[in-house]
C-alpha cells in the first residue's frame, strides 16, 4: 500500500513538472479561439465597426435642449381640480429637436409633448396637467421626464403643490 502511494505521488510529480516546463515554454504561443454567439474573429470586428459607424451617425443627429425652467410650484391647490403649467423648450443645438416621450410620475398627472421635431434655434412647449385626486391631500412632489435626442437623453422636470380638501 505504501509502495503505491509512493508510485503515484512519484508520478504526479513528474506529471507536475513536465507541465510547468511546458507552461513556461508555451506562454509566448498563447493564442484564444474565444467566439460570441458562433461568429469568428472577424465576424466580430465587422459587426462591432458597424455598431461604430451607427453610434457616430446618431451623433451626428443628436442636439441640445434649454427649458424656462426646470421646476414649479403651483403653491396651495384644492383637491379634484385641473392645474396647469407649461414647460417651454428651446432647441438650443444644431439639428431638429425630437421629444421622443414625456412621462409622469403619476396617475393624477398628464403631459402633452410636442409632436413635430423643433427647429434649431427655436421653441415650443411641454403642457403639464396636475390634477389632484379626491383625499390626494398636503405635499405633493411629481416629475416628468422627458426623453429626446439629445445628450443627456433624458430630463427631469419637476413641480410641487400643497393640497388642500375643498
Do not use: W
Amino acid at each position: 500500500m505504501i509502495r503505491n502511494f509512493v508510485f503515484v505521488f512519484a508520478l504526479f510529480s513528474l506529471t507536475a513538472c513536465a507541465d510547468s516546463t511546458n507552461e513556461a515554454s508555451d506562454k509566448s504561443d498563447v493564442h484564444s479561439s474565444i467566439a460570441a454567439n458562433g461568429n469568428n474573429e472577424a465576424e466580430l470586428k465587422e459587426a462591432l465597426s458597424e455598431i461604430e459607424k451607427e453610434e457616430e451617425a446618431l451623433k451626428k443627429t443628436l442636439t441640445s435642449m434649454t427649458f424656462d425652467k426646470l421646476n414649479y410650484n403651483f403653491g396651495k391647490l384644492t383637491e379634484d381640480t385641473e392645474n396647469k403649467v407649461s414647460y417651454v423648450v428651446t432647441n438650443s443645438g444644431k439639428n431638429p429637436l425630437i421629444i421622443e416621450k414625456v412621462d409622469v410620475s403619476c396617475g393624477c398627472t398628464t403631459a402633452k409633448k410636442p409632436e413635430k421635431p423643433i427647429a434649431p434655434g427655436k421653441s415650443d412647449i411641454i403642457e403639464v396637467i396636475f390634477h389632484p385626486k379626491p383625499g390626494q391631500l398636503g405635499e405633493q412632489k411629481k416629475t416628468v421626464t422627458v426623453t429626446a435626442n439629445t445628450e443627456p437623453k433624458i430630463v427631469v422636470l419637476n413641480f410641487e403643490a400643497f393640497v388642500e380638501a375643498k
